[in-house]
């Protein structure tokens, strides 16, 4: 009688998703997709949230996070609940062994950040910050070119958004943190990803429309180890004709990248990589050549522009727990962006008298008496 030939892939990891609305949905759905995987359970405030993930993907529905850490099914979490209760959340689950995966912010303040990062450590548990831009193929082939423009002085970005009102998302309570935290950290951790260690934050930051409680615009200059520099732009004034649009310049000693990322449309995604001969003193002696961004598949409905980066990320933390690697963004990597979001608003003398970027930031009070946001 022929013996059934043992397989070599692992067992698939049981997911609890933390959080049921769009992210957790686009999370579980990666999830449920990935071979390796599985939603074995939901948990949301709002319970009917839950049963309907569970009963789109799989799992139970939980009626507390207790009973979803509790549960044995439940390896790895996904933690894609608001970022006010990020860091309490990650605490609970670190504590019951599970590996977590968090989308940005992963908290709120320094206190919470060192907090976080000991529980991690002492529990020996994967951890993998959702960063998903690091993984776009733009900023790939971005990534991929850098080394023609010889060495790297400066990149800079410009993040384009046009939203009229002041209430919801960034502004439904000054605990979530501002405007910066909110969507900026995503380009603050795209610059350490391209430049590496910051150094120094220097920033400011206006509040254009009076309605809002946190701020609205922010211009930040960070400078980085290597000596290289990263200017930040983040507006949800801009009147352009694309929301969320990205646009990126890498400048080198040999030329330049310019780049584009926009979730809405795929066709917007674009890089060009132009090197100067430098032959020439007076006349132009360069040559560009358009980056190939390659044609991956657009599952989400919402970000078609984002590609499959959804489906690498869950991939990527997957792989990371069952081989014990690290993965592509780190603790560490989601504690330098919400540091340079801290040190900016620092900078600007709210929250504190701090001027410039420090290592562990004054804890980011959130309160009506403290929170550099409110009043006049």
């Not at 959702?130 to 991929?144: D, F, W």
């Not at 405007?179 to 603050?188: P, T």
């Not at 003193?281 to 970000?303: G, N, Q, W």
């Not at 522009?305 to 991939?315: H, L, M, S």
Request: hydrophobic share 40%.
């Amino acid at each position: 009688m022929a013996t059934k030939k043992k397989s070599n892939r692992p067992a698939q990891l049981g997911i609890g998703i933390i959080g049921c609305g769009l992210m957790g949905d686009i999370h579980a759905n990666c999830y449920k997709r990935n071979r390796n995987s599985r939603v074995v359970a939901t948990y949301n405030p709002t319970h009917a949230k839950a049963v309907a993930l569970a009963k789109k993907y799989g799992g139970t529905a939980c009626a507390d996070l207790n009973e979803l850490l509790a549960n044995p099914a439940v390896d790895a979490v996904a933690i894609c609940s608001p970022q006010v209760v990020h860091h309490e959340q990650i605490v609970a689950a670190a504590r019951a062994g599970k590996h977590i995966f968090c989308e940005k912010p992963v908290a709120l303040t320094a206190a919470e950040l060192d907090d976080a990062e000991a529980v991690v450590a002492k529990h020996k548990v994967t951890f993998m910050t959702g960063h998903q831009m690091r993984l776009h193929p733009v900023i790939t082939a971005v990534q991929k070119a850098m080394p023609r423009l010889g060495p790297i002085y400066h990149v800079d970005f410009e993040w384009c958004f046009r939203i009229d009102a002041h209430e919801g998302r960034c502004w439904e309570s000054y605990r979530q943190g501002g405007f910066f935290m909110e969507l900026g950290c995503h380009a603050a951790d795209l610059a350490g990803h391209l430049l590496g260690t910051v150094t120094h934050v220097s920033g400011h930051t206006l509040r254009l429309n009076p309605k809002r409680i946190t701020e609205d615009y922010t211009n930040v200059l960070l400078q980085f180890e290597s000596g290289a520099v990263a200017q930040i732009l983040v507006s949800a004034n801009h009147r352009t004709n694309r929301q969320g649009l990205l646009l990126g310049r890498v400048l080198g000693a040999r030329g330049r990248i310019d780049f584009t990322v926009y979730p809405y449309k795929r066709t917007l995604n674009e890089a060009t990589l132009t090197i100067d001969h430098g032959k020439k003193l007076f006349v132009a002696d360069t040559e560009t050549t358009k980056l190939r961004i390659p044609d991956l598949p657009s599952r989400s409905e919402v970000y078609p522009g984002f590609f499959d980066v959804y489906d690498r990320q869950a991939a990527a933390f997957i792989k990371s727990v069952q081989t014990g690697t690290p993965p592509p963004c780190t603790l560490a990597d989601g504690r330098q962006a919400i540091e340079v979001v801290l040190a900016t608003y620092h900078a600007q003398n709210q929250a504190t008298h701090r001027q410039n970027f420090v290592k562990r930031p004054k804890r980011y009070l959130s309160n009506t008496d403290s929170h550099p946001l409110l009043g006049d």
